[in-house]
């Protein structure tokens, strides 16, 4: 991997976006190795749950790498957001294990949609967060439109994209943008304390979840009939008769994930 670092410890694989020196703006070679490492994680049974960070202190991602396509043409740039949000940014959605973006910095465009496309964000209180494409003469192209709307609302959506400024780590936790705020130092502490108490619960249910709440945000899919059909399936899972053994006579639950 020539943009990623990666680091796994204890079931939980930390991903660091590695391109310092261009705040790691995503280029084409990181989106294609994100998918990677993200598809044989998601398979990894030694895999519990994801970080997604950015290396250094000042940015998580300061977006796509702009200098990539500034002579794109039309087809060049469907091409570009078709190819990410399939690759990329819909893959961590539908991810069948937590992923977590530990926000230590600038989340500027694409950054920001990467963060918005993992299940759960935590901020560095320092870190600053925006959508500024329209500053380019582009809009967000990887489901900064829709995302957006979903975790702040129409109003806010409209406003931080239209003005294309930037906002306070806390301004974003308020609007419910981010989960958690942490100091700078914690940060990836906090991120692997949270997937910890995530991974002690059943794997088999975290993932039901996951599908049935991504299920109700999807055009043409009716998310009540996915929760129900994810909840029967539960009642095929060993860690169901885990669950419910261990809760009957008292004890903490060890799951398997099957
Ligand atoms: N794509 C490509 N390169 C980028 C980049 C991006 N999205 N964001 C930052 N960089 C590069 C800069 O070109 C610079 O490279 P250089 O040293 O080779 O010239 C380096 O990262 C450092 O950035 P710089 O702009 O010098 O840092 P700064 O502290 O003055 O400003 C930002 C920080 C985040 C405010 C500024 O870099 C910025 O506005 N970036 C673009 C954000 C954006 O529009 N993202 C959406 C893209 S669709």
């Known amino acids: 991997m020539n943009n990623l670092v990666l680091q796994a410890n204890?079931?939980?694989?930390?991903?660091?976006?590695?391109?310092?020196s261009k705040l790691n703006a995503l280029n084409r070679e990181t989106l294609?190795?994100?998918h990677e490492v993200l598809a044989s994680a998601f398979q990894d049974e030694g895999v519990g749950g994801i970080i997604i960070t950015g290396a250094g202190s000042k940015a998580f991602i300061a977006g796509?790498?702009?200098s990539e396509f500034a002579a794109y043409s039309v087809e060049e740039g469907r091409d570009l957001a078709r190819?990410?949000?399939?690759?990329?940014?819909n893959f961590i959605e539908n991810a069948n294990k937590p992923v977590i973006a530990a926000i230590n910095g600038?989340?500027?465009?694409?950054g920001l949609e990467l963060a918005m496309a993992c299940h759960i964000r935590i901020a560095s209180l320092t870190s600053k967060m925006g959508l500024p494409e329209v500053s380019l003469g582009l809009i967000p192209g990887y489901g900064g439109t829709q995302r957006l709307v979903q975790l702040v609302g129409k109003g806010r959506a409209f406003e931080m994209i239209m003005t294309a400024e930037m906002i306070s780590a806390e301004e974003a936790y308020r609007t419910g943008l981010v989960n958690r705020l942490?100091?700078?130092?914690?940060?990836?502490?906090q991120a692997q304390e949270l997937l910890k108490k995530i991974m002690t619960r059943s794997p088999f249910a975290v993932s039901s979840a996951i599908r049935a709440i991504n299920a109700g945000l999807r055009d043409g899919e009716n998310g009540y009939e996915v929760e129900i059909n994810e909840f029967a399936k539960c009642f095929d899972s060993a860690d169901f008769k885990e669950g419910v053994n261990a809760f009957l006579n008292k004890r903490k639950a060890l799951f398997t994930g099957k």
Not at 10 to 20: D, V, Y
Not at 106 to 110: D, P, R
């Open 10 to 20: 204890n079931g939980i694989l930390q991903i660091t976006i590695n391109r310092e």
């Open 32 to 34: 294609t190795e994100l």
């Open 64 to 66: 796509a790498d702009i």
């Open 83 to 89: 190819k990410g949000q399939d690759h990329v940014f």
């Open 106 to 110: 600038f989340a500027l465009g694409g």
């Open 182 to 189: 942490t100091e700078p130092d914690e940060l990836i502490f």
